[in-house]
């Protein structure tokens, strides 16, 4: 069953059409790849998922968990655990590890720094780095100095701030500053987190990538969406194909 349900998605920009009618779901436990080259309208469609833009009017409809979603309400779509991986991924770089985790998606006042019950939050942190399999991480290390992927996995850390209910984690160009060696790190996150059951949208234009790690994939060309397949039933010159614009062909 699916856990999000986007339909019917269009969105225009001035003189451009981003999206043409697009749908997109993703279900419990599973990697849904979404492919495209720069400018196909990957990101607006997450953006849309987001609640930070709204879709043409018409008949498009989102929904997570069976709960009707109203589009551009980001916080219902947070609450219904729903999180967010931007391809800036907005860490505070001056401050720690344990910094950010406290600090969350919430609000920053860097006045609460000094107040905080330090004991407990440092624990509760510490354990959600352990649980995640990140105890690799120095918590009291500085941001701003850590590798790229060390960087990413405590964005997704601190995107997990009630890891119970999160239905969703969406992955926005996650690789995009990573070296290729650390590439792995990252998807061994993800896996760990899909086996717990959250649905992951993995946004690349990196056909490689969709071929390693997702189950299913849509492909976008300007806006529209011209495939859906099973990975399994793929292979990367089909793909190639279909992301240059050439016929689909023989699969
Ligand atoms: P992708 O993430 O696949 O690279 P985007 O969704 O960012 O693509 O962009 C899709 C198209 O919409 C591009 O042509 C881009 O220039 C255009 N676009 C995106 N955001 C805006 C915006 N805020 N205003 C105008 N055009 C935009
Ligand atoms: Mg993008």
């Not at 833009?53 to 008949?59: A, E, K, M, Q, W």
């Not at 609000?107 to 407990?120: K, P």
């Not at 939050?121 to 701003?144: C, K, Q, S, Y």
């Not at 590439?183 to 234009?205: I, S």
């Given at each position: 069953?699916?856990?999000?349900?986007?339909?019917?998605?269009?969105?225009?920009?001035?003189?451009?059409?981003?999206?043409?009618?697009?749908?997109?779901?993703?279900?419990?436990?599973?990697?849904?790849?979404?492919?495209?080259?720069?400018?196909?309208?990957?990101?607006?469609?997450?953006?849309?998922?987001?609640?930070?833009?709204?879709?043409?009017?018409?008949?498009?409809?989102?929904?997570?968990?069976?709960?009707?979603?109203?589009?551009?309400?980001?916080?219902?779509?947070?609450?219904?655990?729903?999180?967010?991986?931007?391809?800036?991924?907005?860490?505070?770089?001056?401050?720690?590890?344990?910094?950010?985790?406290?600090?969350?998606?919430?609000?920053?006042?860097?006045?609460?720094?000094?107040?905080?019950?330090?004991?407990?939050?440092?624990?509760?942190?510490?354990?959600?780095?352990?649980?995640?399999?990140?105890?690799?991480?120095?918590?009291?290390?500085?941001?701003?100095r850590l590798s790229a992927v060390e960087r990413t996995e405590v964005a997704i850390a601190?995107?997990?701030?009630?890891?119970?209910?999160?239905?969703?984690?969406?992955?926005?160009?996650?690789?995009?500053?990573?070296?290729?060696?650390?590439?792995?790190?990252?998807?061994?996150?993800?896996?760990?987190?899909?086996?717990?059951?959250?649905?992951?949208?993995?946004?690349?234009?990196?056909?490689?990538?969709?071929?390693?790690?997702?189950?299913?994939?849509?492909?976008?060309?300007?806006?529209?969406?011209?495939?859906?397949?099973?990975?399994?039933?793929?292979?990367?010159?089909?793909?190639?194909?279909?992301?240059?614009?050439?016929?689909?062909?023989?699969?």
């Amino acid at each position: 069953m699916n856990t999000l349900e986007l339909a019917a998605v269009t969105k225009s920009f001035p003189g451009q059409r981003a999206l043409d009618n697009v749908d997109f779901t993703v279900a419990k436990g599973e990697i849904h790849a979404l492919l495209g080259h720069n400018g196909s309208g990957k990101s607006t469609l997450i953006k849309i998922m987001s609640g930070f833009y709204l879709p043409d009017g018409g008949p498009a409809s989102y929904s997570v968990a069976g709960h009707s979603m109203k589009f551009g309400d980001g916080v219902g779509v947070g609450r219904a655990g729903v999180r967010f991986i931007h391809q800036d991924i907005g860490l505070l770089d001056d401050l720690t590890v344990l910094e950010n985790l406290r600090l969350g998606s919430g609000t920053y006042d860097a006045g609460l720094l000094g107040r905080i019950r330090w004991g407990s939050e440092r624990a509760a942190a510490v354990a959600r780095l352990n649980d995640l399999g990140l105890d690799h991480i120095d918590p009291d290390a500085v941001v701003g100095r850590l590798s790229a992927v060390e960087r990413t996995e405590v964005a997704i850390a601190r995107a997990l701030d009630v890891e119970s209910a999160i239905s969703v984690l969406v992955l926005d160009e996650a690789t995009a500053a990573l070296p290729s060696g650390q590439v792995e790190h990252l998807f061994a996150l993800v896996r760990r987190l899909v086996a717990r059951g959250v649905g992951v949208v993995y946004v690349t234009h990196r056909l490689e990538e969709v071929l390693a790690i997702a189950d299913r994939v849509t492909v976008l060309r300007d806006g529209e969406v011209v495939l859906r397949s099973q990975v399994a039933d793929l292979t990367q010159q089909s793909l190639a194909r279909v992301i240059a614009g050439m016929d689909v062909g023989p699969v």
